[in-house]
């Protein structure tokens, strides 16, 4: 039990991580998710290390030099 246990954690932690990550890479091009939910996360494929994709992003904002949401609606594709 305690063994399954500790596989699981390392999955959602390698998951995380990568969500994590994702999200700041985003962040560095200045470009906010706005409507992250656990059915925008989706795997690359059914293997135990499977890449995370985030998806939805339809209500995505890029933000200017102050932080603050810039004019219009931005539509972007972010790995």
């Known amino acids: 039990m305690a063994v399954k ?11 995380m991580r990568q ?5 700041k890479y985003c962040h560095t091009k200045n470009i906010v ?8 996360l989706l ?12 998806s939805g992003f339809g209500s995505a ?3 200017d030099e102050m932080g603050n949401v810039s004019e219009g609606s931005l539509r972007v594709s972010c790995k």
Request: a negative charge; hydrophobic letters at 45%; charged letters at 20%.
């Open 19 to 23: 969500i994590l990550e994702a999200l």
């Open 5 to 15: 246990m500790c596989v699981l954690m390392c999955m959602y932690s390698h998951y």
């Open 43 to 54: 795997l690359a494929n059914r293997e135990n290390s499977a890449p995370v994709k985030i």
């Open 33 to 40: 998710h706005g409507d992250l939910r656990p059915y925008h």
């Open 61 to 63: 904002a890029e933000l």
